[in-house]
């Protein structure tokens, strides 16, 4: 077995190239592939850019060097090749508050400052630790950043200047409604039902028309629409060198946490959608592997690209989970895509700043309201719901609509924090009676602040009564297992029976000894096994006793149930595996299979006698043989040899002398006459010579001696012998029974599968899966 290496960082384990490599041929289809992705999210991303920046109050064109710069650096320089990154909408609200508090030049700084921090949090590799934080935590966070966006741009669709604060704008809505403006609202109306219907267009002609993105079309209909109505629009002046960014103004204490918002923020925005994509995309069976994501390298070049769009005057950057979700589907395979995109954004930017600035400012905030909503997944809340996280998920979301995006974050760990220390300390024990038992269940984590309650539950129990003890809770300290061990054995002192249950029903026991031993442990070490108080070495007679007492401990609770169903139903294994009797050889082992699964015929040699040989067949191995064919009807018979054969080595040992160390071939003892139906195998490899002659072979490496070439031409006899069995052969002929060769190394653990056609040996690989 090969050791394989840790990665901390890196979702699947692959090479870090932007794709697998393509054929020639296949060239010219991706870059038509990129070239189109590229187009598609560049269609999402200049409207959606342009919503963000006037959602945050910045000047609009902001939004379209964060587009570009995120494209093209993050691109570059980032570890999730299929994302897309941009104007971060998680960050609409912190950079609305930054913009107002500090002007929008010291907003860029801040954006620089934020660039540099991430920088240095990837170059310390804590991407991962990032992903600690609770989900609850982070979807509530996002969840309340977009109800606070599409509360702040549902007043600019209603036609009117939204407040910074969620509270204000909600209680303004009334007032709104009372005094609408209805080309503004008719605009926000257009824009909204186009993005709900776009995608849900019925029949091929819907097919065709979902090629362009849904906020597109919104957008460029809205467009249309408002032609000739007074309303506020798009406004990019011409683009000049910027200033230079200028740190703020104002407590030191105040603009580190605007750094650490902007920070957090775009962090886990950035590495939450970067994981989202990489599930997304091995969600697509056939495509090429993109390269695999690495956390901190993308943490990095999310870094680069904020530093570079906080100098250049652009928004805050984050990974976007639409632009990347867009760019998998349009068939995307590399960062490509990513960085043409950024590309056209630039063109764009250039070329068509008339056409911009006919957009109505109404669509563009409904594209960005909707975009909010969208934040708000029921997917996540039914998510966090089921594993019992819906308050810090509900104090998470409340704290950052009422209070800010660092303040509800806090809340939100906090309430997280005393759910689970509430989790940790209260502990819920009943006590019930039961036809012919007691039940005590324990629910919650069982420590020592509950062995006072515990202690109290249990003196309900009647001496010499049967008692249950269900554990329901994942965790269970020392003190608590002493109460509980100590009570067990004095309830059993005064004639009581105990069984202590985990969740799911499954048993709690401890070893006999601080020594935990493997099932495939040898006795000589396997101090588990060993009975107690016993001086026997590993060969004394106790020691098998003592084993079945360790089964009947630890395995066989695991495995009543499937044994008792087994019972019911039968045995239907759909393996006959015929092996050596050898003790090194551990069959459920080598083959990873339980109760039920190998219908095992073992003996010296693993030799199965052909019918009628010369009337000293072997009724015994053709018995089971004939039992697993045509009554268990298996799908496949396995002829398992392996190295340091001790039959191998005595037919040779007969070859070369006939005393053969006591194995003469006159068939005095039973072990020589059951050894005369290898002599085939003998004769065979005699035949074929040293060399094989392409007779038998090992992919890997040379045939280590004469034992192992033997072993393995025996393994190719054996499988011929079995051809001869009649109903052998039927089976065969039908093609409901298939029969291979295996050999298996014991000093090197490894297993070698016959390929009959070339008849060599291959070794069977750890990432093996399908079945040779």
Request: charged share 15%.
């Amino acid at each position: 077995m090969h050791a394989q290496p840790t990665q901390t960082n890196r979702l699947p384990s692959a090479p870090g190239q932007d794709a697998a490599p393509e054929p020639d041929g296949c060239a010219r289809s991706g870059w038509r592939r990129h070239l189109s992705a590229s187009i598609a999210i560049f269609l999402i991303a200049v409207p959606l850019s342009l919503g963000v920046a006037l959602a945050t109050g910045a000047p609009l064109q902001a939004g379209l060097v964060a587009a570009a710069v995120g494209g093209i650096v993050a691109g570059l320089l980032g570890g999730a090749p299929l994302q897309v990154s941009g104007a971060a909408t998680g960050l609409v609200v912190v950079t609305a508050e930054l913009v107002q508090r500090y002007g929008w030049r010291a907003t860029c700084a801040i954006t620089a400052l934020a660039g540099l921090a991430q920088l240095a949090l990837g170059a310390a590799r804590v991407a991962r630790a990032a992903l600690a934080i609770s989900p609850a935590i982070v979807h509530g966070m996002l969840a309340g950043i977009g109800v606070t966006v599409a509360l702040g741009q549902l007043h600019v669709v209603l036609g009117d200047s939204p407040s910074l604060s969620a509270p204000e704008n909600l209680r303004a809505l009334p007032s709104e409604f009372m005094h609408l403006h209805p080309p503004a609202l008719m605009i926000g109306a257009v824009t909204v039902g186009v993005l709900l219907a776009w995608p849900r267009l019925p029949g091929r002609a819907g097919r065709w028309a979902r090629l362009l993105p849904a906020p597109l079309v919104a957008v460029a209909l809205a467009t249309a629409a408002s032609l000739g109505m007074p309303l506020p629009r798009v406004s990019l002046p011409d683009w000049e060198v910027q200033a230079l960014p200028t740190l703020p103004d104002g407590p030191v204490l105040g603009i580190f946490a605007a750094v650490l918002t902007v920070t957090l923020v775009a962090s886990m925005e950035s590495l939450l959608s970067a994981i989202a994509m990489e599930r997304l995309r091995a969600e697509r069976p056939g495509e090429l592997a993109a390269a695999p994501t690495e956390l901190d390298h993308e943490l990095t070049g999310q870094g680069a690209a904020n530093v570079v769009s906080g100098l250049l005057g652009g928004l805050p950057i984050a990974g976007g989970a639409i632009r990347g979700s867009a760019n998998i589907a349009a068939g995307a395979r590399s960062r490509t895509s990513t960085v043409l995109h950024g590309v056209w954004v630039l063109v764009c930017a250039g070329l068509l700043t008339a056409v911009l600035e006919m957009i109505p400012l109404a669509a563009l905030a409904a594209l960005v309201m909707a975009v909010g909503v969208r934040m708000v997944s029921f997917a996540h809340l039914k998510h966090v719901q089921r594993h019992r996280e819906f308050p810090t998920y509900a104090a998470t979301l409340g704290s950052v609509v009422l209070l800010g995006v660092l303040q509800g974050v806090a809340v939100g760990v906090a309430v997280a924090a005393l759910l689970a220390l509430r989790r940790l300390t209260h502990t819920g024990i009943t006590v019930t009676e039961e036809q012919g038992c007691h039940r005590v269940r324990v629910n919650g984590q069982l420590t020592f602040l509950a062995v006072p309650r515990l202690s109290r539950a249990l003196a309900q129990v009647p001496d010499e009564a049967n008692v249950v003890v269900e554990l329901g809770g994942s965790f269970m300290d020392h003190a608590a297992y002493d109460a509980l061990q100590s009570w067990s054995n004095a309830h059993r002192s005064r004639g009581g029976w105990v069984t202590l249950r985990g969740r799911y029903g499954r048993p709690v026991a401890e070893p006999v000894s601080t020594h935990a031993c493997r099932p495939w442990t040898p006795w000589r070490n396997h101090h588990c096994t060993r009975p107690a108080g016993s001086g026997a070495g590993p060969g004394g007679g106790r020691q098998l006793l003592g084993g079945v007492s360790a089964f009947q401990r630890n395995t066989a609770p695991l495995v009543r149930e499937e044994l008792a169903r087994l019972a019911r139903e039968g045995q239907r294994p759909s393996q006959l595996f015929l092996t050596c009797a050898d003790s090194r050889l551990v069959t459920s082992m080598i083959t990873s299979s339980g109760p039920g699964d190998l219908f095992t015929v073992r003996n010296v040699g693993n030799l199965m006698p052909p019918p009628d040989n010369d009337g000293g067949g072997c009724d015994s191995v053709g018995a089971a043989v004939e039992y697993a064919v045509e009554v268990l009807k298996v799908a496949s018979i396995t002829v398992c040899g392996h190295s340091g054969c001790g039959a191998m080595q005595a037919l040779l040992d007969i070859a070369a002398s006939p005393a053969g160390q006591g194995l003469a071939p006159d068939g005095q003892t039973p072990l020589a006459r059951w050894l005369r139906h290898g002599r085939p195998s003998l004769a065979r490899m005699q035949r074929i010579g040293r060399l094989g002659r392409g007779e038998v072979a090992l992919a890997d490496r040379p045939v280590a001696d004469d034992v192992e070439r033997l072993a393995l031409v025996n393994v190719m006899q054996q499988l011929d012998h079995l051809m001869a069995h009649s109903r052998v052969a039927r089976r065969v002929a039908e093609g409901s029974l298939h029969l291979q060769g295996m050999y298996f190394h014991v000093a090197e653990a490894q297993a070698y599968v016959l390929d009959q056609r070339s008849r060599t040996f291959s070794a069977v690989r750890p990432e093996v899966l399908d079945a040779v």
